[in-house]
């Protein structure tokens, strides 16, 4: 995968990038992006922990070895952050709080590890999603995010300025900070989370959606025509399995998020659904959480897949009807890349997801129930503050842009900020 933007540019150069494990939704969003730096020639390094640091694993070890013999691509683990916005009721502001000083503790770990990185093994350029604390002066710093402005829960909304304050102060350590959504706020998928008052005062570059559905990102190493190379074996593999179908699914439910009873909670709700429409075809992919819930008995139509990744994940997406997931940033990207219809739940307590669902609503994505088929319109009614995204509503500029323009664009920002912008 090429952009034709200065390739041989990035040839050898040495970069860290540091994916946040909450959730896979980093994960996903920054394998594009990875798998850019690579087939660029750049050697990079990826640091995450637990199952985000094992799907990275899986999607990208052996990537670049067509050119080296060498690996161009390493994995280290350093813990995350704690699952911020937990509990309910007054517990979540304790442990809001709580959570919020350990948060401060771990960017100083970050801090402190990357700096015996650039004793044992210096790096070029570091690219940050989700993890504040990979930040050195000394080198071109790169944060990846969508959300320039966090917005507090509600017992805490006075004092929103001086989380800006904060945020504002945060970013500003970065060299640059690159927002996967569109240029223009009118079509931002993020809404006021990307484009604010505080976005004008950063070094902020949008540059558009990323997905690993939409373009040559999604599955691997790829020949000269764009398809991807399988051997003969894994050809063989998947024409003895079916593979070549996508699955027939009229449902496919995504059990995103991080906090797990709230995925408890989501699935058990669903699964209330599935068995009154028995004759409903559904697929639900577990995401690799600690917990698991039990296949329904007698229900051959309702299955369930671990952890799904790479091609697979993209067939699994493209053979679906309908859509149902949280409310994450990534899975909105997705849902337009793919130009699918979904029913979007947010995460209870979550301020992020709350304002999506409402932002998606706002767009006019919820049409009255006549207008919705009667699935659709009975999960809705089963999911509390649940949205419906149809298909159609992806168009013009929110269907046309690619992940493939916005790594051309990724492209021209590494430019500016390695020798364009460098002190």
Request: hydrophobic share 40%; net charge neutral; charged share 25%.
């Amino acid at each position: 995968m090429t952009t034709g933007l200065g390739e041989s540019r990035l040839q050898g150069l040495r970069v860290l990038y540091a994916v946040s494990a909450m959730g896979l939704g980093h994960v996903q969003r920054s394998i594009p992006l990875i798998r850019h730096l690579l087939h660029q020639g750049a050697v990079v390094q990826v640091v995450s922990h637990g199952g985000a640091l094992q799907a990275l694993k899986v999607e990208l070890e052996g990537e670049g070895r067509q050119r080296s013999p060498r690996p161009r691509v390493t994995f280290r683990s350093l813990p995350d952050y704690p699952p911020l916005q937990r509990g309910r009721g007054v517990a979540h502001y304790i442990l809001y709080l709580r959570d919020l000083l350990e948060i401060w503790r771990t960017v100083r770990r970050e801090e402190a590890f990357l700096r015996s990185i650039q004793v044992e093994d210096p790096v070029d350029l570091v690219v940050a999603d989700g993890r504040f604390g990979f930040v050195h002066p000394e080198i071109p710093c790169l944060l990846v995010s969508h959300q320039i402005r966090v917005l507090l829960p509600r017992l805490f909304r006075p004092v929103q300025f001086i989380s800006d304050a904060v945020q504002l102060r945060l970013l500003r350590r970065y060299r640059s900070v690159a927002v996967p959504d569109f240029p223009e706020a009118e079509h931002a998928l993020a809404g006021s989370l990307a484009h604010n008052a505080l976005a004008r005062k950063l070094p902020v570059t949008y540059i558009g959606p990323l997905s690993t559905l939409d373009g040559p990102c999604g599955d691997g190493p790829k020949g000269e025509s764009g398809k991807t190379q399988d051997t003969t074996e894994e050809s063989e593999a998947r024409m003895d399995h079916g593979e070549d179908e996508p699955p027939d699914s009229d449902v496919l439910v995504v059990m995103g998020g991080f906090i797990e009873r709230e995925r408890r909670r989501f699935v058990t709700d669903m699964m209330r659904v599935l068995r009154t429409r028995p004759e409903v075809r559904a697929t639900l992919m577990l995401g690799g959480g600690r917990w698991e819930p039990a296949s329904p008995k007698g229900d051959s139509n309702t299955r369930m897949e671990p952890l799904v990744l790479g091609p697979e994940r993209r067939r699994l997406f493209s053979g679906a009807r309908l859509w149902v997931g949280r409310t994450g940033y990534t899975t909105v990207m997705d849902l337009r890349a793919a130009g699918a219809s979904g029913i979007l739940v947010p995460t209870r307590g979550m301020t992020e997801q709350e304002y999506l669902a409402r932002h998606l609503g706002h767009w006019g994505h919820a049409p009255p129930d006549e207008t919705v088929d009667p699935l659709a319109r009975e999960i809705l009614e089963a999911l509390p503050g649940a949205v419906y995204v149809d298909a159609h509503q992806w168009s013009g500029p929110l269907r046309d842009w690619t992940t493939v323009r916005s790594l051309g664009v990724f492209q021209q920002l590494l430019e500016r900020l390695l020798w364009t912008d460098s002190p």
